[in-house]
T-cell receptor, first 114, second 110 residues
């Protein structure tokens, strides 16, 4: 299995630009999580999906952030417009189901907003 | 608000010694407890999980859970330089959501 795939691995953009992060979960996993990690705030859950349906988006910082999961094998996290404080590592993780024991993390996308 | 607390460290341990990492949590209804390891610049990976009070051993790693004290720990025996990483404690709440600690940075000195 290829594991969780994220793209791009690195993104440098200017303030105000739209940023789209992509994630392909492990085949057969029906729960997907988007996290943001910074030195100051640690690992923060932004949103998670179960069976392609958003369950909890209370961690999404503001309306500039949106996430979709159009099918079981693909999800996007979009930031529009981006701001320097959005600079972080964004992880996608998948899990066999909400009651499964293990979240498998992708390699992350390092985002730098100038 | 549900919280998971860890000492941020760094915790410095000589090679070959036992490293002890600690975590406390606030939600008494929590049932599942996880330890993830994260190397610098990499993503977190699960190393242990525990559900029941007591000890659970896996190779050089032992997870310990005390639900009465709301305390979970990870012991690493015969510490190796390759164990140097940040260790994240995560607790699953009643909504199956993981609540994450900030992590403890562990340094194993040769």
């Amino acid at each position: 299995d290829a594991g969780v795939i994220q793209s791009p691995r690195h993104e440098v953009t200017e303030m105000g630009q739209e940023v789209t992060l992509r994630c392909k979960p492990i085949s057969g996993h029906n729960s997907l999580f988007w996290y943001r990690q910074t030195m100051m705030r640690g690992l923060e859950l932004l949103i998670y999906f179960n069976n392609n349906v958003p369950i909890d988006d209370s961690g999404m910082p503001e309306d500039r952030f949106s996430a979709k999961m159009p099918n079981a094998s693909f999800s996007t996290l979009k930031i529009q417009p981006s701001e320097p404080r959005d600079s972080a590592v964004y992880f996608c993780a998948s899990q066999g189901g909400l009651a499964a024991t293990t979240q498998y993390f992708g390699p992350g996308t390092r985002l730098l907003v100038l | 608000q549900k919280e998971v607390e860890q000492n941020s460290g760094p915790l410095s341990v000589p090679e070959g010694a036992i490293a002890s990492l600690n975590c406390t949590y606030s939600d008494r209804g929590s049932q599942s407890f996880f330890w993830y390891r994260q190397y610098s610049g990499k993503s977190p990976e699960l190393i242990m999980f525990i559900y029941s009070n007591g000890d659970k051993e896996d190779g050089r790693f032992t997870a310990q859970l005390n639900k009465a004290s709301q305390y979970v720990s990870l012991l690493i025996r015969d510490s190796q330089p390759s164990d140097s990483a940040t260790y994240l404690c995560a607790v699953m709440d009643s909504n199956y959501q993981l609540i994450w600690g900030a992590g403890t940075k562990l340094i194993i000195k040769p």
